[in-house]
């Protein structure tokens, strides 16, 4: 019976288009895992080569750039400070200041106040400009 079978699976072998071993998977790019898989890759490389960076000597008296809680509420006050009904793009808020560390505590000012249901964020097109609205309370 051993001899059939393994007569038939040659036999089955040689129709068959498909490697009857597991081939390895294939991830589309809206793959949730492929997407954050290769993320996390990425920032593996970024953490080593920032590391690397951080413990060069002419770099020991820089703090490396971490945002505190303090600057994202100083930001959260001046862009609530900053609003008008009409609303206020983001390009107007980040004019005149420059860098990634701006930028950065300017996004977590932002998504703080949307958290607390203090503005409304919106973006009418996809890459454009995003529009901060200060939330009607009543």
């Not at 990425?42 to 951080?54: I, Y």
Request: hydrophobic share 45%.
């Amino acid at each position: 019976a051993a001899m059939v079978l393994a007569d038939l699976q040659i036999e089955w072998s040689k129709r068959s288009f498909r490697s009857p071993y597991p081939m390895p998977p294939r991830y589309d790019i809206c793959d949730l895992y492929s997407l954050s898989s290769l993320w996390w890759g990425l920032m593996k490389g970024h953490r080593d080569r920032q590391d690397d960076l951080w413990l060069d000597d002419s770099f020991a008296a820089v703090p490396p750039p971490i945002p505190e809680e303090i600057q994202v509420e100083k930001k959260m006050d001046g862009i609530m400070s900053a609003l008008v009904p009409e609303g206020v793009f983001l390009s107007l808020l980040l004019n005149g200041e420059g860098g990634v560390s701006s930028l950065i505590v300017t996004i977590l000012a932002l998504l703080e106040l949307s958290r607390k249901d203090m503005v409304r964020l919106e973006q009418k097109e996809m890459f454009g400009d995003v529009c901060i609205y200060p939330q009607i309370t009543g």
